[in-house]
């Protein structure tokens, strides 16, 4: 490898080193004013103009802020869990375009570290589960008892969610017949028909919602619940620390964004933009703005949803990934490997989609009236005496 | 069926439908009701660039008003000083120099009449004791002081409080303006 071909992927590295943080922090701007307008406040303002310096604000205190560390902690593996946590945050982006990345490799820049490789959401996934540790070892460090509980909690969370996880891109692996991401991508730019969110929309629900569960945001979060618990795994810590849990947890949602976009939502591909030729420079401008415009709307999705719905019971929580989910992934796959053998067309997979989302909802349904039907009988019970 | 049994009313839980059982409906539900927050009338005050409209009766710093010769309108009566619950007024009372014209309408006037607004508790019964309409709370309500000793506020700050706000619509000199209250009238 000559330094010619190395220059594209050095620059990409710079950025995500560079860029990512700042993106991270800014999210934590953008979700203190959403958070804001929902509640019809205004949200942060002081600093800067409509406050954007905040985030600026918040990362210099932060990084002043004294170092308090336990006497009771396992220091080496207290200093070591954040920065693998953000480590294995960063690195999962290594596959990951975050801009358009032209299907020649020569040309021109590229917003990937390493374009085209063939085990790409393979890598990103092995990679992303790696950051269980960075939570697992945290708790352990604190050596404190609610912290492990914590982190024994996220863990399990974490555990449970990657299946449907892996499940869910399976349809989309296979009808693409690739892992690679870009190819994934260019699978799709056939207009609006082409994003896979039309044949997989079950698999995009799954993927979107297990992510969120990946990425510890709400409904999800069950290992932080700010409102209910003592932190869970991040009590011992404070400072710089302390953000480097917030700031793995921000990459990841930045991660699942652009990943949602790539995977179901035809990446930088919109009906317009579809001809491979475009590569000028305004071609590339608008793809990019076209990419980054379907991640934020994600992301602001994302935000949106942590004030719309309630955080979930734990068992509630587990019932959901190996009652509900588990199951529809596997049934959802099960129809795309059926179709794909006999060669029946895109649309049955739509088909098969809606059908397995309403039995699930009709087995629900079942499942609720006979429970229903069980209370009333222990309570007839009690009230009147068995067998009287 | 027995007696006992014909008594009990069921309640049986509401069966779920299947909008209900995906979730989904629920979940759009949510996010309208969130989004139209989003675009609803914020509530948020954003004090020091917007002053807030205050009632008309409220409570703030007190002045001592003046009467029509300039002169302080109190006449140390000593009511003000023993209604205040908070026991944050001290006056001194002086006999007023009987010659002079300007004081022609009084017995006594406050030597010093000293308020200490950290003690204060703005309840407004120093203004409705005062027979004359002397004492008057205003709607300064941003006190702020970097020592305890500028928090006692003299007749001369009280006077300079009466110079600052008088002229203002939001604290008009609500009555008698210029001379003094009934009580006086027996003096002239």
Not at chain 1, 162 to 170: A, Q, T, Y
Not at chain 1, 174 to 189: C, D, K, P, R, Y
Not at chain 1, 253 to 263: E, F, N, Q
Request: charged share 15%.
């Amino acid at each position: 490898m000559t330094w010619m071909n190395t220059w594209p992927s050095l620059l990409a590295i710079i950025i995500v080193i560079a860029v990512m943080p700042i993106a991270a922090l800014y999210m934590t701007f953008l979700e203190r004013k959403i958070a804001a307008w929902v509640q019809d406040r205004v949200g942060p303002n002081r600093v800067g103009p409509a406050g954007a310096f905040q985030a600026i604000a918040d990362a210099v205190k932060i990084m002043l802020k004294e170092q308090v560390i336990p006497d009771h902690v396992n220091r080496g593996v207290y200093f070591v869990a954040p920065a693998i946590s953000v480590f294995t945050a960063t690195f999962a982006l290594c596959v990951v375009p975050f801009g358009p990345v032209p299907l020649n490799s020569g040309d021109g820049v590229r917003y990937i570290i390493a374009p085209h490789i063939d085990t790409g959401l393979m890598f990103l996934f092995s990679i992303a589960s790696l950051s269980a540790y960075g939570i697992i070892l945290g708790g352990w460090a604190s050596n404190n008892k609610y912290s492990l509980y914590g982190a024994v909690r996220s863990c399990a969370q974490f555990l449970s969610y990657e299946i449907p996880l892996g499940l869910s891109v399976l349809g989309v692996v296979a009808t693409s017949g690739t892992l690679n991401i870009e190819t994934i991508v260019h699978h799709q730019s056939s207009g609006w028909f082409g994003w896979n969110i039309w044949w997989q929309p079950l698999g995009a629900i799954l993927f979107f919602v297990s992510a969120l569960a990946e990425t510890n945001r709400l409904p999800f979060d069950l290992p932080e619940c700010e409102q209910e618990l003592v932190g869970g795994f991040h009590t011992e810590y404070s400072g710089i620390k302390f953000v480097m849990f917030f700031l793995a947890e921000n990459i990841h949602v930045v991660t699942v964004s652009i990943l949602t976009v790539l995977l179901f939502f035809g990446g930088w591909h919109f009906p317009g933009l579809e001809s491979q030729s475009e590569w000028g420079f305004i071609g590339f401008l608008l793809r990019f703005f076209v990419v980054y415009a379907k991640v934020m709307a994600v992301i602001f999705f994302i935000m949106l949803l942590r004030w719309t719905l309630p955080r979930f019971r734990f068992d509630q929580l587990m019932g959901l990934a190996w009652k509900g989910m588990i199951p529809l992934g596997l049934l959802n796959f099960f129809g795309v490997v059926l179709a794909m053998s006999f060669g029946w067309p895109l649309w049955t997979l739509a088909v098969v989609s809606t059908t397995l989302v309403f039995a699930a909802g009709w087995i629900n349904v079942g499942r609720a009236r006979s429970a229903v039907a069980r209370r009333a009988q222990m309570a007839h019970d009690v009230v009147i005496g068995v067998g009287n | 069926m027995s007696k006992r049994e014909k008594k009990i009313k069921w309640a049986d839980d509401p069966k779920i439908t299947i909008a209900q059982s995906l979730y989904f409906p629920a979940i759009v539900e949510g996010l309208k009701t969130t989004i139209s927050h989003i675009f609803a009338p914020r509530s948020t005050r954003e004090y020091p660039e917007v002053e807030p409209t205050l009632p008309p009766n409220y409570r703030g710093v007190h002045r001592l008003n003046r009467d029509d010769k300039g002169n302080v309108k109190c006449v140390a009566c000593f009511l003000c000083q023993t209604a205040c619950p908070a026991f944050c007024i001290t006056i001194e009372a002086a006999p007023a120099p009987r010659d002079d014209p300007q004081w022609a309408d009084r017995d006594k006037y406050p030597a010093t009449f000293v308020i200490d607004e950290l003690r204060c508790i703005y309840c407004g019964m120093c203004e409705e004791a005062c027979p004359v309409d002397a004492i008057e709370l205003t709607s300064i309500y941003d006190l702020t002081g970097s020592s305890r000793e500028e928090m006692i506020y003299d007749k001369e700050k009280l006077l300079q409080v009466f110079d600052e706000t008088s002229k203002s619509p939001k604290d008009p000199v609500r009555t008698h303006r210029g001379e003094l209250g009934m009580a006086s009238e027996e003096i002239k």
